[in-house]
């Protein structure tokens, strides 16, 4: 009499190739989690940078804005909203020259422009 069903080797082997797609899929979700945050902070810093450049092209009088841009960045007219959670901490500074910001994402990377 043959049973109907699936045998225990069978059901431990689709388990098992279950287990090791379940594995390589969380490696790839965290990896690609990761580098969203670096994106995110990258971009970030970039249109900060635009902003500030902006702000001083429009009116050579006008003081260079300077400081913490973690919550968003606001510089004359214009202004880059809040970046959400992706970015850990920003600074802007005037080196008299040029503008430096410095971007760390959440996942601990640091970007600093230009």
Sequence with gaps: ???KGFSLPEVLVV?????????????NFLSA??????RVALAY???????AWAHLSEDQRAA???GDCADGYTAGA???????????????TWTGQLFRVEVRSRSGRSFTLP
């Design 15 to 27: 388990m098992a190739l279950v287990g090791v797609l379940a594995v390589l899929l969380l490696a």
């Design 78 to 92: 214009y202004s880059v909203p809040d970046p959400g959670p992706g970015v850990a901490s920003c600074q802007v």
């Design 33 to 38: 989690r990761q580098l969203a945050e670096e």
């Design 45 to 51: 810093a970039q249109n900060i940078l635009k902003a």
């Design 1 to 3: 009499m043959t049973g």
């Design 64 to 66: 260079p804005v300077e």
